[in-house]
């Protein structure tokens, strides 16, 4: 049913009794801080931070709009199923997502925010030229299975991939791993653990994502927040 939250909208006397709650799913620290400014440009503002809160939903100053605060690759998850109507996921995301769970989202609009590049990168002192032209076999760390997985299969490279939730970067300075597959923006990370990019695979982008039943049964309500993060984010 399409219940309006009491606990959001208990001080909102309307008449359109049945305007159902819009719920938008995006993960805490950058995607967070550069959605809150396109969220400012059409009017909005959430008066409490994910990162001082152990709260996970969180209201906004637009009574039928909240905020889930989830794990960055649970976003496209909750958008899929529905819990969400709407979420914001990097582009590594939810190429990942959609290749293990395809269909169910409508990705209307790249938002250019949370910028960075996916990667591969070796150890300073590493011939990965070498190794590549020689035939070697070599071993991947990555989160990224999938685009790992088809990069080098189209470069014709054998690689043994190593599934990794984080801090990629250490998995080459310990044996772990000959290379890593990860996300690289200013290249601090990289150098601060004497590793070096080989191979810029794409460039990563965070991306408006919709529920395709949501925005059939609530376009009414959706489309007009679509069209103003459409707006924010080509300013
Ligand atoms: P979790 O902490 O839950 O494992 P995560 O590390 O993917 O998730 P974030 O670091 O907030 O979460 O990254 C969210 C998205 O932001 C990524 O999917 C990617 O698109 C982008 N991103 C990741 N690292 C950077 C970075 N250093 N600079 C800019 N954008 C980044
Ligand atoms: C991300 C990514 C790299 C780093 C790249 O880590 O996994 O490690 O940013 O950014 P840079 O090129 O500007 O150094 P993040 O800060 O998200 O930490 P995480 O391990 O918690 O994901
Ligand atoms: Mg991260």
């Known amino acids: ?25 995006l993960s805490k620290g950058r995607i967070f801080e550069d959605t809150l400014p396109l969220l400012a440009e059409a009017g909005i503002s959430v008066a409490e931070s994910p990162e001082s809160s152990r709260k996970l939903i969180f209201p906004t100053s637009d009574p039928y709009l909240r905020l889930l605060v989830v794990r960055a690759s649970d976003v496209p998850t909750y958008v899929q199923y529905g819990a969400a109507d709407i979420g914001i996921a990097g582009k590594d995301v939810l190429y990942e997502h959609g290749k293990e769970h395809p269909g169910g989202l409508y990705q209307p609009i790249d938002l250019d925010i949370a910028k960075c590049r996916l990667s591969v990168a070796v150890r300073r002192g590493f011939d990965y030229e070498a190794a590549v032209k020689q035939g070697a076999r070599l071993r991947v ?24 939730y984080g801090s990629m970067e250490l998995a080459p300075l310990v044996g ?34 919709v529920n395709q039943a949501s925005l059939k049964t609530r376009a009414k ?13 080509q300013k």
């Open 1 to 25: 049913m399409n219940t309006v939250n009491d606990n959001v909208v208990a001080d909102v006397n309307t008449t359109e009794q049945d305007r159902p709650l819009i719920t938008l799913a």
């Open 141 to 164: 760390a990555t989160k990224y299975v999938n685009v790992a997985r088809e990069h080098f299969a189209r470069k014709g490279v054998y690689v043994d991939i190593i599934k990794l």
């Open 176 to 209: 772990l791993a000959d290379a890593i597959l990860d996300v690289v923006s200013t290249g601090g990370t990289l150098r601060a653990n004497d590793l070096v990019e080989v191979e810029d695979v794409w460039p990563v982008s965070s991306r408006l994502i």
């Open 221 to 233: 309500y959706l489309q007009p927040l679509i069209d103003a993060f459409a707006k924010a984010s």
